[in-house]
């Protein structure tokens, strides 16, 4: 069932409120709404209500972001539709509007459950701030479902605790020690996301950097995991540094689904890290080839899991743009945050990308520790020289469950609030936080105010994405203080 946001006409609720009603929702999934101009389909509620759905229990999503709905809006939907149960899915960035959600729903009378990677990594601070009833830590499918069968209660009639559910009994402080729920370990046994919620045909969807061939675009996930380390991410601690992948097969199923079903005409592999397993990569490839769904593609890639033939092969299925965690282009800043790559494999893989006609777009951190002025200058150098067509500048946000968050503690400000994310929290010896947000956006203002970069952007950019453009090109400090 669908809420229609503008008018608030919601659907009337069902007959019966008691959850005999085969027809009523067993939970609300929320994604909360925050300020930002980046807006992908949330493929967290997506996949968890998908999986209730296949084992026969019915959720609704509820996009708070997407609709733009206030916390009271919220609450209204669940009267409506008589749901007594939300959970609500959390990144650190939203942690706060998280938590302020779900006191709101408590007051209500509602059980809140919270899940995420913020709570997994800070399942006690979570529960203390929010006021929740329980967090789940880890993947939530199996835990979720536990959940749903046992009313929403984590202690089972055997007496014992489904695995991964935390309520503030178990928890007795933040060093409290977690066990992470259940995994369904073949992903090809996860039902695909419930796109008939998440809406994929959505005008508001926006692409990263808001340059399509197509529209509409969404992402899409062939595995989960990544098997590197780099000390400033949060996957390889979320996902005890293992990648599974689903089938060829099943993720062509999905890509087929989208483009038949709902319309979509560009798909972005939103995985952590797509050529971990370049074998694979290479068959995912040719089931697209074989299949002519002719969809445009892109995805982000390690530069060390690139050479020029899987690029070609990659070309071939549609991949049109290839983005790459490049982070600095100092040696002794890539040792130090573990990138295990060196600058002449990033060159390389930036030069096959570009010499096979597809777009290339490099991602940066600046403000690791041990960064200088002198490193900066050999990024900002690598930025300008290198045939580059897109780039992200970012500052360092010490992310919680990444190896930085314990090894810099004491030394940066744990805050995560929205300032959190767009300014420097950590500020390494010799420089300061001003220096910091300037080189970011001299490096950005440097990079895109060239006539190359600006036509071959004018050539991707869509109507519909129009009125984020802005708003995203002043948070990347194009314009603006
Ligand atoms: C798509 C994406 C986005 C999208 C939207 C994400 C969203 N869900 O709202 C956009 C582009 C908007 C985005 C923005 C940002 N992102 Co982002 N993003 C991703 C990405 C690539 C995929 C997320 C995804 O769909 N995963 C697939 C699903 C299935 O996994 P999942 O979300 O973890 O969900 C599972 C469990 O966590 C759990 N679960 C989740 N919710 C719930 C709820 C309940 C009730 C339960 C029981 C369980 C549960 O069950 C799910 C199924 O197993 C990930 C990297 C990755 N590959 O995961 C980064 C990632 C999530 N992003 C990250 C970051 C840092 C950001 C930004 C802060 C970047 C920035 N500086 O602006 C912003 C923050 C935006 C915001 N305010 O929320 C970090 C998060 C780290 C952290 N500690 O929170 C990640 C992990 C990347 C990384 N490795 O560092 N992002
Ligand atoms: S930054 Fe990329 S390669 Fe490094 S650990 Fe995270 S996902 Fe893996």
Not at 30 to 39: E, F, T, V
Not at 85 to 102: D, H, K, N, P, R
Not at 187 to 216: G, M, N, R
Not at 382 to 402: C, R, T
């Amino acid at each position: 069932m669908k809420y229609d946001k503008a008018s608030k006409n919601l659907p009337p609720p069902p007959q019966s409120a008691t959850g005999s009603d085969s027809s009523n929702y067993c939970i609300a999934l929320i994604r909360p709404n925050y300020k930002g101009s980046d807006l992908a389909p949330c493929l967290s509620l997506g996949y968890l209500s998908g999986y209730l759905k296949a084992n026969k229990h019915k959720a609704l999503i509820i996009d708070a972001k997407l609709d733009e709905l206030s916390n009271s809006d919220i609450l209204a939907i669940l009267k409506r539709e008589h749901i007594s149960v939300a959970g609500i899915t959390c990144l650190s960035a939203v942690a706060s509007e998280t938590a302020i959600l779900s006191q709101y729903l408590k007051v209500a009378g509602i059980k809140v459950i919270i899940g995420g990677v913020h709570p997994t990594f800070m399942p006690y601070q979570m529960l203390v701030s929010s006021g929740a009833d329980y967090v789940v830590c880890g993947e939530g499918e199996i835990a979720l479902l536990k959940l749903a069968e046992n009313n929403f209660d984590s202690k089972l009639p055997d007496g014992t605790l489904i695995k991964g559910v935390y309520s503030l009994n178990e928890l007795e402080d933040e060093n409290a020690p977690v066990i992470r729920a259940d995994i369904v370990e073949n992903l090809d046994d996860i039902p695909y996301p419930d796109w008939e919620q998440l809406h994929p045909a959505h005008s508001a969807w926006t692409p990263p950097w808001f340059i399509a061939k197509q529209v509409p675009v969404v992402g899409i996930m062939s595995s989960r995991g990544c098997p590197y380390s780099c000390k400033f991410c949060s996957s390889p601690n979320f996902y005890n540094r293992r990648t599974r992948m689903r089938s060829p097969e099943n993720v062509l199923g999905e890509m087929r689904l989208l483009k038949e079903k709902y319309g979509i005409r560009e798909i972005k592999f939103l995985d952590e890290n797509m050529t971990s397993d370049t074998r694979y990569v290479n068959d995912l490839c040719n089931a697209i080839i074989k299949s002519n769904l002719n969809l445009p593609l892109f995805t982000q890639a390690r530069a060390d899991r690139l050479d020029d033939k899987l690029v070609k092969t990659m070309k071939r299925a549609g991949f049109y743009n290839i983005g790459i965690g490049i982070e600095s282009a100092s040696p002794v800043m890539l040792k130090n945050m573990n990138k295990r790559e060196d600058i002449d494999t990033i060159k390389n893989a930036i030069k096959v990308i570009s010499d096979n006609g597809i777009l290339v777009a490099g991602f940066f951190v600046l403000g690791m520790p041990g960064e200088t002025k002198q490193t900066i200058k050999e990024t900002m150098d690598f930025i300008m020289s290198e045939p580059l067509d897109l780039i992200n500048v970012s500052i360092l946000a010490v992310l919680p469950g990444s190896d930085y968050w314990s090894e810099l503690e004491g030394q940066y400000v744990r805050a995560l609030d929205s300032s959190y994310w767009s300014q420097a929290t950590y500020v390494p010896d010799g420089l300061t936080a001003k220096y910091l947000v300037d080189a970011e956006r001299q490096a950005t203002r440097k990079f895109y105010l060239r006539p190359r970069i600006i036509f071959k952007m004018l050539k991707y950019i869509k109507l519909r994405h129009v009125r984020h453009i802005f708003a995203r090109l002043r948070s990347m400090r194009l314009f603006g203080s």
